[in-house]
């Protein structure tokens, strides 16, 4: 039988660790561990040969660019963890602040004298079939210093015609 430790490629540092009891047990059973040079009945030479020459530089590009794999691999992973660390630094930050900013602040947010002036503006350019909809929609605000003022740049359409028809009070009282 063989038996083939696989590590994963990772630490081997509990395989190594295992290894003392693994052949204990082996031993205890009466077997025999042995190399797959003698297994075989050859030499180590035989079974184990030396890379030619002439393949000698596809070992090492080999052996280069699964160094590079590996450097980038790292790479990537260091920075994706640095990138979770400052976003998660910033995170924390930025809702301390705000937190802070809450807490301090002496200052009423609610602004029943405050009403200045604002206006919609509704570009409308060939929007016959849905200026009355906007329009409405615009006019259903709560705030009372609202002025909607539709824009008709030149609509080949009856844009202008429809806005007028459905919002005449609107339109004399400056709304």
């Known amino acids: 039988n063989i038996i083939l430790l696989h590590d994963g490629g990772g630490d081997r540092r509990e395989t190594v660790r295992a290894l003392p009891m693994i052949i204990e047990g082996i031993r205890a059973k009466g077997l025999q561990i042995v190399s797959v040079a003698d297994l075989l009945h050859q030499k180590r030479a035989d079974i184990m040969q030396p890379i030619p020459t002439s393949e000698l530089w596809s070992a090492w590009l080999t052996l ?8 980038v691999q790292k790479f990537i992973v260091l920075v994706f963890f640095l990138g979770d660390l400052l976003m998660t630094g910033r995170l924390l930050f930025v809702g301390a602040l705000a937190i802070y900013d809450r807490l301090s602040s002496k200052r009423g947010y609610d602004s029943k004298g405050f ?5 919609i503006l509704i570009p409308a350019y060939n929007e016959e079939k ?4 906007t329009i409405r929609a615009a006019l259903r605000s709560t705030y009372r210093n609202l002025r909607v003022i539709v824009i008709d740049d030149g609509s080949s359409d009856k844009t202008l015609e429809v806005a007028r ?11």
């Open 64 to 71: 280069l660019g699964f160094w590079m794999y590996s450097a």
């Open 115 to 119: 009403n200045p002036a604002v206006a």
């Open 130 to 133: 849905v200026i009355e909809r």
């Open 165 to 175: 028809t459905c919002f005449p009070r609107e339109e004399a009282t400056g709304r």
